[in-house]
C-alpha cells in the first residue's frame, strides 16, 4: 500500500472512530444555540457535579502521584520480597473492570463488610459518601504515574545517584536534587495521564457513590443522568465540557513531548 | 591520607569478584588497579568509596576503621567510569554540587568553582550542560566535581576508558600534573599496562580477584611475582620450556645447549629497535626485540636459522588449581 492510502486508512478510522462521534455531540450541544447549553450547565446539581469531580482529582491525583514515584523506585532501586508480586498489582487496576473494583470496595466497606460495621460505629460513613468515591478514583487510575517513571528509571540507572552519595548528599537531599529532576518529565506524564483517568471515571464511581443529586453526583455520572432524565441538552453541554478537559490533555501532552525528547 | 584494605572479599551471587585482597596505599601516592576485565578491580575501588559492602574484610581509611562508614562520611572523591554528570544542570551547578549539600557559603562556592574549573582549564564553560561537552570535557568536569568538597582521597573508574587515544594520552599527562599540584592519594582503575605504567608510581594486580603483586611499575616488569604478571605486565613468550620477554633473548651463531634452535620467519624495524619473529624447532612463536644496532651487527635474514638463548628468563611453580 502506498503512503497515501496508508494515511487515508489512518485518518478515516479516526474521523470515524473519534472526531465523527465528537463532532455530532459538539453539533447537538449548540443545534439550538447558547442558551439551552449555559442554562444546563448552570444549573446547581451540574456545578455541583463539576466541583465534586475536581475535588476527587485534586485528591486523587497527588496521592497517586506520590505513591507512583515511591514504588517506581522501590522497583527499581529496591530488592525485597514480595517485589515481583508488588510489581504485578500495580497494573491490577488497567486489567480489571472499574466495576468490579466498586464492587470490591462494596464488600470492604458495606455495613457487612471488614470495616464497613467498625468504620460507620465510629461515625465515619465511607460509602455513599466522598471516601468511597476517593477510594475508587485512586484505585483506578493508580498504574499512571508509576508505569511512566519505572522505565525512566531504569534508564537513568542510578550512577548519579551514587555519585551525589559520593558528593556527601544523602537520601532526601539526593531523592530532590538529582532523581526527581532526572525523572521530571515522566512524573509530568504520569501526572497528566492520571488526571485525565480521574475526570472520566465512571464505573467505580458510579457503584460506590449512590448517586445523589447535588450530593454524590460527579461530571460523569451526571451525563448519565441527564441523559436518562431525556435532557439531551444538559448530558451534551456537560459532555462537552468533559471532552474539553480531555482535549486540553491532550494538547498538554503535545505540548510537553518535544521538550522531553531534548532533556 | 592512606588507605588500608584487610582481607576483603565480596561475591555476587555465585561470582568471586574479590578474594581475601589486602593492600596498602600510601598517603599521596598516585596508585593503579590493573587486571582484566572481570578481575574485581572496579568492585574493590567501589568498596574503598563505600558504594559496595565487603562480605568480610576492613577497610581502613587514615588509621580509622570505615568499613561501615557510608559513602558520604568517607570524604571521598569517586570519578565514575561513564562520568555520571547530573544531566540537568550546568557544568558551574555539577562542580558546585558537593559545597552546596554541605551547605557552604555561597561566595566560598563561587571562587572554589571557578578556580575548580580553570584548574581542569573548562574556564568559560560553566554555563554549559553535560551534553554539550566532549568526552574529555565530561570527564574533566567529572574531576572537577569530584576535588571541589576537597576529598582526602580520589577514587577514578576506567578514567580514560571511554575516550580515544589522542585524547587520552592527553589526559594521563594531565592526571600525573593534576597529582602533582593537588598531591591527593589517588587510586584509579584500568586494564591497560601501558597506562598504569606510565601514570602510576605504584601498581597493584588483580586476576580473578586475587591480588597477584603490588610494587612499583619497574619491580613489576622486572620481577613479577607470578606468570599471570609476566605476562600481563609485558610482552612474554616461552621459549623452550622458560618464560621471557622479548628483549631479553641472545642471538648465537651457533649451538649451545642453554640456547633454542629457532627459524627466522619475519623481521620489522620499529624506530630504534628491530622486532624479529621466529618459529620456534618445537613449534612455538617467538618474538625477539633487539637494537638496530645489534640486528646489523649480527647481519641476520629471513629464513636464517639462529640459537637463542634466554636472558633473565623465569620459571614459575604452576599456579595450585
Not at chain 2, 561501615?68 to 571521598?76: E, K, N, S, T
Not at chain 2, 607470578?226 to 642471538?251: Q, T
Request: with cysteine; aromatic share 8%.
Amino acid at each position: 500500500m502506498n503512503r497515501l492510502g496508508l494515511r487515508v486508512v489512518a485518518l478515516g478510522y479516526l474521523a470515524l472512530v473519534l472526531a465523527g462521534p465528537l463532532g455530532i455531540v459538539f453539533w447537538r450541544t449548540f443545534e439550538h444555540g447558547l442558551a439551552p447549553a449555559w442554562n444546563a450547565l448552570t444549573q446547581p446539581e451540574t456545578i455541583h457535579a463539576f466541583e465534586l469531580t475536581l475535588l476527587i482529582t485534586a485528591i486523587a491525583v497527588p496521592v497517586n502521584t506520590v505513591f507512583g514515584v515511591v514504588c517506581a523506585l522501590a522497583i527499581v532501586r529496591r530488592d525485597f520480597p514480595g517485589k515481583g508480586v508488588l510489581n504485578a498489582f500495580i497494573d491490577l487496576p488497567l486489567a480489571l473492570s472499574p466495576v468490579v473494583v466498586g464492587l470490591s470496595l462494596f464488600l470492604l466497606y458495606g455495613r457487612q463488610g471488614w470495616f464497613g460495621g467498625w468504620l460507620e460505629d465510629h461515625g465515619v460513613q465511607v460509602l455513599f459518601a466522598l471516601p468511597a468515591m476517593v477510594i475508587a478514583t485512586i484505585f483506578v487510575s493508580l498504574p499512571f504515574v508509576a508505569r511512566e517513571v519505572v522505565p525512566t528509571l531504569r534508564e537513568i540507572g542510578n550512577d548519579q545517584e551514587q555519585a551525589a552519595y559520593t558528593l556527601g548528599a544523602g537520601g532526601w537531599s539526593t531523592f530532590w536534587r538529582v532523581t526527581l529532576p532526572s525523572i521530571r518529565w515522566a512524573v509530568v506524564y504520569g501526572v497528566i495521564l492520571t488526571t485525565a483517568r480521574c475526570l472520566g471515571e465512571y464505573g467505580a464511581v458510579a457503584v460506590v457513590s449512590g448517586r445523589l443529586q447535588g450530593q454524590t453526583e460527579t461530571a460523569t455520572l451526571r451525563v448519565q443522568e441527564r441523559y436518562e432524565s431525556y435532557d439531551l441538552a444538559g448530558a451534551y453541554a456537560i459532555s462537552i465540557v468533559l471532552a474539553l478537559l480531555a482535549i486540553g490533555v491532550l494538547v498538554g501532552l503535545t505540548v510537553i513531548r518535544p521538550r522531553e525528547e531534548n532533556a | 591520607m592512606s588507605i588500608v584494605v584487610q582481607g576483603v572479599s565480596k561475591r555476587f551471587g555465585d561470582f568471586v569478584a574479590l578474594e581475601a585482597v589486602s593492600l596498602d596505599v600510601p598517603s599521596g601516592s598516585l596508585t593503579a588497579l590493573l587486571g582484566p576485565s572481570g578481575s574485581g578491580k572496579s568492585t574493590l575501588l567501589r568498596i574503598v568509596a563505600g558504594l559496595e559492602t565487603p562480605d568480610c574484610g576492613e577497610i581502613r581509611l587514615e588509621g580509622g576503621d570505615a568499613t561501615a562508614l557510608a559513602p558520604q562520611q568517607r570524604h571521598v572523591g569517586f570519578v565514575f567510569q561513564h562520568y555520571a554528570p547530573f544531566k540537568h544542570m550546568t557544568v558551574r551547578e555539577n562542580v558546585a554540587f558537593g559545597l552546596k549539600v554541605r551547605k557552604k557559603p555561597k561566595a566560598e562556592i563561587r571562587e572554589r568553582v571557578e578556580q575548580l574549573l580553570s584548574l581542569v582549564q573548562l574556564q568559560g564553560f560553566g554555563h554549559r550542560y553535560p551534553a554539550q561537552l566532549s568526552g574529555g570535557q565530561r570527564q574533566r568536569m567529572a574531576l572537577a566535581r569530584a576535588l571541589a568538597p576537597e576529598p582526602k582521597v580520589l577514587l577514578l573508574d576506567e578514567p580514560f576508558g571511554a575516550l580515544d587515544a589522542r585524547v587520552r594520552a592527553e589526559l594521563r599527562e594531565w592526571l600525573i600534573h593534576l597529582h602533582d599540584v593537588v598531591h591527593v592519594t589517588t587510586v584509579f582503575v584500568t586494564h591497560d599496562r601501558e597506562e598504569a605504567m606510565e601514570v602510576a608510581d605504584q601498581i597493584a594486580v588483580l586476576n580473578e580477584g586475587r591480588l597477584e603483586q603490588v610494587g612499583a611499575p619497574r619491580e613489576l616488569y622486572d620481577e613479577p611475582a607470578s606468570e599471570f604478571v609476566m605476562r600481563f605486565v609485558g610482552d612474554a613468550h616461552e621459549v623452550g620450556g622458560v618464560l621471557v620477554r622479548p628483549h631479553d633473548l641472545e642471538f648465537l651463531d651457533g649451538a649451545s645447549s642453554d640456547a633454542v634452535e629457532a627459524m627466522i620467519v619475519k623481521s620489522t624495524v620499529l624506530g630504534r629497535d628491530v622486532k624479529v619473529e621466529l618459529h620456534g624447532a618445537d613449534g612455538a612463536e617467538i618474538v625477539a626485540l633487539l637494537t638496530r644496532e645489534r640486528f646489523e651487527q649480527l647481519g641476520l635474514w629471513r629464513g636464517q636459522t639462529v640459537w637463542l638463548r634466554p636472558e633473565r628468563e623465569r620459571v614459575f611453580a604452576p599456579v595450585a588449581a
